[in-house]
Each structure stands twice: as structure tokens, then as C-alpha cells.
């Protein structure tokens, strides 16, 4: 049985809106106690106590528009109240579309190399051959979280499909491009739980004035001007693979590039792994 013929597939527009506007609201709730009763810690990977040796084979979304502009303007706004913060750079900010290989301790745990990095971009490629539809979001709020390993703090926009489930149809193909293929897969595709664009990470918990933490009435202030329907939107998938490295959320990948277009056609040829400052300055040209 493909993804094809799972019940992923007959999600309705609403009910993955919905789904996903409840996951988030008990996040942020989460997060929220936890910061507010104190019993977040630092980050252990940005004090240096110890190096992210987690490795994977990933594809990603940058996203670009009225919503990336948004975070713009609220990382002035977060930075004069928490200026430690660590920040995803600008032109980084991206939604994780599909993990494909993961090892905790590292790519020669996981059996990778760059001859197998490539031969999961080829089955993409292929896949993505003809021009599809971009990916549009849009943006329900930003909200803090609490980071999986440790209760240490950072920060995401929250996305929702916008107009229609096309996000998730990008994210069957990419799963049956690799299946077909006889690539390995670091899980079974499921449902969304969530659309984030992780936007900074504390390395110290947020400071806190008696009962207050100006960094969550800050975002309280920021998520009333949203816009409504601010939107985002994706326009090329791209396949990156994780280096060990102190916690630095970009310096850490290399990418493929070509970067694999879901509005153009996606002919063969000659394919190169870059750093991102290369990455971005690519992207000045296309």
C-alpha cells in the first residue's frame, strides 16, 4: 500500500485547518505554563555543554511573502526585549516538509553519504519533473514552544493551508518518489501535526519581572497586528543534509542545487552541494 491509498489522502480542507489550530492552541498553552511557572533551562547546545551530533536528509520550504516580511517586523520588536536570542537568519526561515533519514548519533550511524544524499534528490526531481502549484500558507499566529530533549524555549510562526490541501498531496509525492525508488525512510508518512517556521531559540530561559514575562506580552502584542490572511508561499522544495555542529540552525545544512521547483519544469543535469550563504546568493539570480 502507497501513501496513495492511505487515509492521509481524503483530509478534508477544514478538518486539517482545525486539527491543526487545536495542536497549536495546546502548544502554546503548554509552553506558556511552563515558561510562566519557571521550569524551563538553558540550551545546552548553544552554551557549548555539548554538539549536536543528530544527522538527517530532510526537505524543506523556504518560505517567502507577506508572511516572512511579518517576521521582519517582529524580530525588531522581540529583540528589545530578549536581545540574546539566537535567530533563524533571514532567508533561512522554512518549513520541514518531509524528514526522510534520521540518526541521533550521526551520518555514519545513519550509512549516508553523498552518492545516497544525491539519489534522494534524483527520485524528487523526477517526481517534480513538469510544473505542479506552489504551496500557500497562511499564518495563524507566532507562538513560543518547548524544545522535545529539554525544557529550554524558542519560538515559531504557526501556519495553516491556505486556499487548499496541496501541501499535503507535495507531501505524498515526495513519500512515493522515495518509496518507488527503494530509499529508506526514517518513518511512515502521517498526518500534519504542525506547520512551523522555527524564528529563534533561547539560550537562557526568557526573563521574568515578578509575574510577568515581557516576552510572551510581547508576542501578545505582536500576534493583535497580524494581518488577516497573511499569507506565505512555497515555491521550491529543497533537500538538505545536517552536519554535526554547535547548534546553529542554518550552518549546519548543506543543500543541493539545484533547488527543486514546484512552478517550473525540473530538467536533468548537474547537481552541487553548497553552504547556505551560497544557497541564499542563488537565489538573488533565479
Request: proline fraction near 7%; hydrophobic fraction near 35%; glycine fraction near 6%.
Amino acid at each position: 500500500m502507497t501513501s496513495l491509498e492511505t487515509g492521509i489522502q481524503s483530509e478534508s480542507f477544514e478538518s486539517v485547518r482545525s486539527r491543526l489550530t487545536d495542536n497549536y492552541r495546546e502548544i502554546e498553552e503548554r509552553a506558556k505554563t511552563t515558561i510562566l511557572e519557571e521550569r524551563t533551562v538553558s540550551n545546552p547546545l548553544f552554551t557549548g555543554e555539548r554538539e549536536d551530533e543528530r544527522y538527517s536528509v530532510a526537505t524543506i520550504g523556504l518560505i517567502s511573502g507577506p508572511a516572512d516580511a511579518f517576521f521582519d517586523s517582529a524580530k525588531s520588536t522581540i529583540e528589545k526585549v530578549e536581545p540574546g536570542i539566537q535567530w533563524v537568519p533571514d532567508g533561512f526561515r522554512h518549513i520541514t516538509l518531509r524528514e526522510f533519514n534520521f540518526n541521533p548519533l550521526g551520518r555514519k550511524a545513519a550509512y549516508i553519504d553523498a552518492t545516497a544524499v544525491r539519489k534522494y534528490y534524483e527520485a524528487l526531481r523526477k517526481r517534480f519533473a513538469q510544473p505542479q502549484k506552489p504551496i500557500r500558507l497562511e499564518l495563524m499566529k507566532i507562538i513560543p514552544t518547548i524544545d522535545r530533549e529539554q525544557n529550554s524555549v524558542a519560538f515559531v510562526g504557526a501556519f495553516l493551508p491556505k486556499t487548499d490541501t496541496e501541501i499535503i498531496d507535495i507531501r505524498r509525492q515526495m513519500n512515493d518518489a522515495i518509496e518507488e525508488t527503494g530509499l529508506s525512510s526514517a518513518s511512515r508518512l502521517g498526518e500534519i501535526r504542525v506547520l512551523f517556521s522555527t524564528l529563534g531559540r533561547f539560550p537562557h530561559p526568557p526573563q521574568k519581572h515578578g509575574d510577568n514575562v515581557p516576552f510572551l506580552s510581547t508576542l501578545e502584542e505582536i500576534n493583535q497586528k497580524l494581518p488577516k490572511g497573511c499569507d506565505a508561499i512555497i515555491n521550491n522544495i529543497d533537500l538538505l543534509s545536517s552536519t554535526p555542529g554547535r547548534y546553529i540552525e542554518v550552518d549546519r545544512h548543506v543543500y543541493l542545487i539545484p533547488p527543486i521547483s514546484l512552478i517550473k519544469e525540473n530538467p536533468s543535469g548537474e547537481t552541487h552541494f553548497v553552504k547556505p550563504a551560497h544557497r541564499k546568493m542563488l537565489d538573488r539570480f533565479q
